[in-house]
T-cell receptor
Framework: DGGITQSPKYLFRKEGQNVTLSCEQN?????MYWYRQDPGQGLRLIYYSQIVNDFQKGDIAEGYSVSREKKESFPLTVTSAQKNPTAFYLC????????????FGDGTRLSIL | GQQVMQIPQYQHVQEGEDFTTYCNSSTTLSNIQWYKQRPGGHPVFLIQLVKSGEVKKQKRLTFQFGEAKKNSSLHITATQTTDVGTYFCAGDTSGTYKYIFGTGTRLKVLA
């Protein structure tokens, strides 16, 4: 069954700690995305990747880092530099530009201890 | 920078009433997509519009793309409790990978 898998579902971060959110897709999609959603808010783009070994900053990239070493995987690291990381993080993928719908994972809810 | 606003932010309707959400972009869009997010869930793609003035229907849902390609609307006829959720529009200005999501309209349907 094709789809996007995000893990973990819930994550707690201590002050000064880096944490990594996993995103894996088996849809053979070239493009992958990370969004942040705050309560009652829309989705804001953190990073996106059009192809393996390439990624671009979105609107709120500060305090985050990503890698795209494999087509199927696009992990997001929330660094200690991100002072307000509590949010719902959504990973998405699509087959490329020009009107392609995005498929989303179930999300990871990150909280500060 | 580019902004995509949606109104209203919240809407409560009685079951059977109609509902409309409006999406407005500060810049011309090459296309627009609509997504629905159920409470506690993730956004699910509904439809995309590409042409100026385009109208598409999905059962009780009607989607429109403005003539100037800077605004769009979603209209639901005779709402049902299954329509509950947040509706987002997402616009792309240049046929690239980068979509800007609207602020969303949260719909609550009272039985």
């Amino acid at each position: 069954d094709g789809g996007i898998t995000q893990s973990p579902k819930y994550l707690f971060r201590k002050e000064g700690q880096n944490v990594t959110l996993s995103c894996e897709q088996n849809l053979n999609h070239d493009a992958m995305y990370w969004y942040r959603q705050d309560p009652g808010q829309g989705l804001r783009l953190i990073y996106y990747s059009q192809i393996v070994n390439d990624f671009q900053k979105g609107d709120i990239a500060e305090g985050y880092s990503v890698s795209r070493e494999k087509k199927e995987s696009f992990p997001l690291t929330v660094t200690s530099a991100q002072k307000n990381p509590t949010a719902f993080y959504l990973c998405a993928s699509n087959s490329g530009p020009n009107n392609q719908p995005q498929h989303f994972g179930d999300g990871t809810r990150l909280s500060i201890l | 920078g580019q902004q995509v606003m949606q109104i209203p932010q919240y809407q409560h309707v009685q079951e059977g009433e109609d509902f409309t959400t409006y999406c407005n972009s500060s810049t011309t869009l090459s296309n627009i997509q609509w997504y629905k997010q159920r409470p506690g869930g993730h956004p699910v793609f509904l439809i995309q519009l590409v042409k100026s003035g385009e109208v598409k229907k999905q059962k009780r849902l009607t989607f429109q793309f403005g003539e100037a390609k800077k605004n769009s609307s979603l209209h639901i006829t005779a709402t049902q409790t299954t329509d509950v959720g947040t509706y987002f529009c997402a616009g792309d200005t240049s046929g690239t990978y980068k979509y800007i999501f609207g602020t969303g309209t949260r719909l609550k349907v009272l039985a």
